[in-house]
């Protein structure tokens, strides 16, 4: 397994991209542990079927699919989906969010 490495960066942007994947249940383990090694990569839940919620976020729309092409490669996954991709102007991410 070996993420593919991104060159080209944005600092004005940031991109945030929501991903389920499945995977051979009994390889679980081992895909959370490659998708946790993925710079800004988290894995929210995990399910019996080997059923992953991920968020992946990374300076640009390029950088995510990478990440996802690397995932959809992985030994053991059976598929990786896009479900959601948002980016924002960094300005924005750091704005206090008000009640």
Known sequence: MRTIPIAETHPDEWHVAGIVV???PERTDEITCFITSIADAEVHATGPTGKLVVTLE???SRAIAAHLESI???EGVLGATLVY???ASAADLDKEISP
């Open 22 to 24: 499945q995977a051979h």
């Open 58 to 60: 990374a300076p640009t």
């Open 72 to 74: 959809q490669k992985t």
């Open 85 to 87: 991709q948002r980016h």
